[in-house]
């Protein structure tokens, strides 16, 4: 499969890995936003949100277990942070395999959209 986060979590394409386990793969972003920016997603190929079943669900509880974890690891857990998945067009969906932003490291814009 042609797709960029599949390659990524394969090792195919370098990446600087923060995290990994059975189910999830966690880097940082290649064009930061943030202090702290980094990327989880499962190592499942799910395109988006718009692909989220009750058969592949529990990957995504999983995600948000990780995130609390790293949030901790990487010192933003105290100040806050943001996760965030965009889906599809509207919301600037770019890759197409399933990712959540972890952002954080300085005060956030309030604005969501
Ligand atoms: P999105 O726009 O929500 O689909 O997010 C895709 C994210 O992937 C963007 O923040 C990109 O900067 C990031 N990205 C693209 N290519 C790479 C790469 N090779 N390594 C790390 N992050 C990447
Ligand atoms: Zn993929």
């Not at 979590?9 to 995290?19: N, R």
């Not at 190592?43 to 974890?69: D, G, L, P």
């Not at 943001?82 to 600037?92: L, P, Q, Y």
Request: aromatic share 8%; with cysteine.
């Amino acid at each position: 499969m042609d797709c960029l986060f599949c390659k990524i979590i394969s090792g195919e394409i370098p990446s600087k890995k923060v995290y990994e386990d059975e189910q999830v793969y966690a880097f940082y972003d290649i064009a930061p936003m943030a202090p702290v920016h980094v990327l989880i997603v499962p190592k499942v190929h799910i395109a988006s949100v718009n692909e989220v079943t009750s058969e592949n669900s529990a990957v995504i509880a999983h995600i948000y277990e990780v995130a609390a974890k790293l949030a901790k690891e990487l010192g933003i857990a105290e100040n806050g942070y943001r996760v965030i998945t965009n889906c599809g067009a509207d919301a600037g969906q770019t890759v197409f395999h399933l990712h959540f932003h972890l952002l954080g490291g300085k005060k956030l814009r309030v604005e969501m959209c």
